[in-house]
């Protein structure tokens, strides 16, 4: 069965720091990646995807991430952090091409970022 | 563009009892999911419909939990009876149902259920 790690649960950063959160993903198949955010008081949303081309994939609000295929990782970056991405965010896998599309998800990692 | 509703917010309940979640998915959206998340773990997928069929639901425990979609909109989902580890938070969530897993899903709320 598709698994999903995430390694850090919880990750303290001061503003301008640089982030780095890992993802790794069990499926050997073709699959879609995903990265959601859950800001503080609001819903989940998508931060960004990957399907197919160029593995560096950019987000919303700076945020990109980078589909290495060997290491069945997608780690999500951004070069310097602000307070508001101070959120809970949630890799996720699906497999591409099936009849339908059930989507995995880590156990999230919580992010800090003080003033 | 309305995004997805759901109620109640928060709901308590003893176990054994039974409770009923609404949700309305963005219009348009074929697909409907329900997910259920525990708190200090990730979403997990209940069931998945498409339109107002069943495509996904070998993670809904069936012995407590059903799901309907009449009609291909508004969906519910039921539990009879809760028990104690069925608190969590349960999501809804849509998408346009495209095909090949490339869908954006878009989420609700939630609702937050505590079974004492």
């Known amino acids: 069965a598709q698994s999903v790690s995430q390694h850090n649960h919880h990750v303290i950063l001061s503003e301008a720091a640089s982030l780095e959160l890992g993802c790794n993903y069990s499926?050997?198949?073709?699959?879609?990646l995903f990265w959601y955010v859950q800001y503080p008081g609001q819903h989940l949303q998508l931060l960004l995807k990957?399907?197919?081309?160029?593995?560096l994939v950019k987000g919303i609000k700076g945020f990109e991430a980078e589909f290495i295929k060997s290491k069945f990782s997608f780690n999500l970056r951004k070069p310097s952090v602000q307070w508001s991405d101070t959120a809970e965010y949630f890799c996720?896998?699906?497999?591409?091409?099936?009849?339908?599309?059930?989507?995995?998800f880590g156990t999230g990692t919580r992010l800090l970022v003080s003033p | 563009e309305a995004g997805v509703a759901q109620s109640p917010r928060y709901k308590i309940i003893e176990k054994r009892q039974s409770v009923a979640f609404w949700c309305n998915p963005i219009?348009?959206?074929?697909?409907l999911y329900w997910y259920q998340q525990i708190l200090g773990q990730g979403p997990k997928l209940l069931i998945q419909?498409?339109?107002?069929?069943?495509?996904?639901d070998s993670q809904l425990p069936k012995d407590r939990f059903s799901a309907e979609r009449l009609k291909g909109v508004d969906s519910t989902l039921k539990i009879q009876p809760a028990k104690l580890e069925d608190s969590a938070v349960y999501l809804c969530?849509?998408?346009?149902?495209?095909?090949?897993?490339?869908?954006?899903?878009?989420f609700g709320p939630g609702t937050r259920l505590t079974v004492l």
């Open positions: 969530a849509s998408s346009l149902g495209g095909g090949r897993g490339t869908d954006t899903q878009y």
């Open positions: 499926y050997g198949g073709t699959v879609n």
């Open positions: 990957y399907f197919s081309g160029d593995p």
């Open positions: 996720a896998v699906n497999r591409r091409n099936t009849g339908f599309q059930k989507l995995v």
């Open positions: 219009s348009g959206h074929a697909t």
């Open positions: 419909f498409q339109n107002n069929g069943v495509v996904d």
